[in-house]
């Protein structure tokens, strides 16, 4: 197959792919990671087409002119790759913008000064490699990914090592160093591209489905205002670990509310009541376990689940979560809130169902407020 024929085909590659983001993007909601990756795919679809003009080589100034594309294009799907996985932030943004500028001021000093394919590809190919270290680091470094995360990752890591041989290879003439004439660099060049093009393609698409479907689950799963889980999901996931067939402790159920909330709205407004509610939740949060489960069962009313706590530990941290509340600081002129908890602790081998523990801590949450608000009461469920 001629270079021309090659060039054409990752210019039609390139090409379905802009066609099918814009079908996507028809009537969706504007997600920056698409923008970016949809630019550039564009731009090297643009340098695919220029490189299958006959005779590039003798235009050093278009030669030129597509490699600046084709840089700007894998900044800018690196950049979309990163953003995908969510580690695209300020400090990411400043090193993709300064490096961009530094790699096509490098090739245009190879131009000018040193007019070599071997060193003109030399240039793109380490580029490339920086580019991916961000995402590719993102990928494989970051605890709790996915197993799609970790397989795409190390590919583009074998990609990367692979371009960096390439860098080398100037300085070490094993093969001829040229994408213009035939021979085995030419096939091997020709096949990591298309790698690399199926690769980028088919992986961003799959990383941004998994994106969506984690932020589907999170919709479906956790409060908006507060982060807690909601109560469908709290419900879920408590009843299953009171279930546990190896369940060995105890477990403390804490339900809570903040005193005087309705006055908070009444007298400030509800978008008052809202931060309250949300620095709350936070500050509850904070306070415990990651063993512990946190949810919102609606208003200000949370609930938690403390899977390995008994009478004193819980306590210990219904009293620890008390103060933490009481001390906090509330702006918009509020004064310091309060919570009153009940608590209903539930011995290692009685078996209650959920919808009775949330019954009992209510009643225990009541006597709370008869004696006086801001503080704990319990009811020990009796042993059968």
């Not at 009537?27 to 564009?42: G, L």
């Not at 030669?63 to 580690?87: F, M, Q, R």
């Not at 993102?138 to 583009?156: C, D, H, P």
């Not at 994106?211 to 408590?238: H, I, P, Q, V």
Request: one cysteine or more; aromatic letters at 10%.
């Amino acid at each position: 197959m001629d270079m021309q024929t090659v060039f054409i085909l990752l210019v039609l590659g390139h090409l379905f792919t802009v066609i099918l983001i814009t079908a996507y993007k028809h009537k969706q909601v504007k997600d920056p990671a698409v923008n970016t990756f949809y630019t550039a795919k564009w731009l090297q679809a643009a340098t695919w087409a220029m490189m299958s003009v006959p005779l590039i080589t003798d235009h050093i100034l278009l030669l030129t002119v597509a490699n600046i594309l084709l840089l700007l294009g894998v900044s800018l799907e690196t950049k979309a790759l990163l953003t995908v996985v969510g580690g695209f932030n300020a400090h990411a943004r400043l090193f993709y913008n300064y490096f961009t500028i530094l790699a096509i001021l490098g090739y245009c000093s190879i131009v000018v000064f040193y007019n070599t394919e071997g060193f003109r590809i030399a240039v793109v190919s380490f580029s490339t490699a920086v580019f991916l270290i961000p995402p590719v680091r993102r990928m494989i470094a970051v605890s709790r990914r996915s197993m799609l995360r970790l397989i795409i990752g190390y590919m583009y890591l074998v990609i990367s090592l692979g371009l960096l041989c390439r860098t080398i290879m100037p300085w070490i003439p094993i093969i001829p160093v040229s994408m213009f004439e035939p021979g085995l660099y030419q096939n091997l060049s020709f096949l990591t591209l298309y790698l690399i093009m199926m690769l980028g393609n088919t992986g961003f698409v799959l990383l941004s489905k998994e994106r969506a479907d984690r932020e589907l689950l999170k919709l479906a799963s956790y409060d908006d205002l507060t982060g807690a889980l909601n109560r469908r999901s709290f419900t879920l996931k408590a009843q299953k670990l009171l279930e546990a067939k190896d369940r060995k402790s105890p477990a403390s159920f804490i339900l809570l509310d903040i005193d005087h909330f309705k006055q908070i709205n009444d007298g400030y407004g509800h978008d008052a009541g809202d931060r309250v509610l949300e620095n709350i939740a936070f500050i509850v949060s904070s306070s415990l376990e990651t063993s512990s489960l946190f949810g919102r069962f609606g208003g200000d009313e949370f609930a938690i689940l403390l899977p390995e706590s008994g009478v004193e530990e819980s306590d210990v941290i219904a009293e620890r979560v008390r103060r933490s509340v009481e001390s906090l600081e509330i702006r918009y002129g509020l004064k310091a809130s309060t919570i009153s908890m009940g608590i209903v602790t539930v011995p290692p081998d009685q078996d209650i169902p959920l919808e009775e523990l949330y019954t009992t801590s209510d009643l225990a949450l009541y006597r709370a407020k008869q004696l006086g608000r801001n503080c704990a009461a319990r009811i020990d469920i009796p042993l059968e």
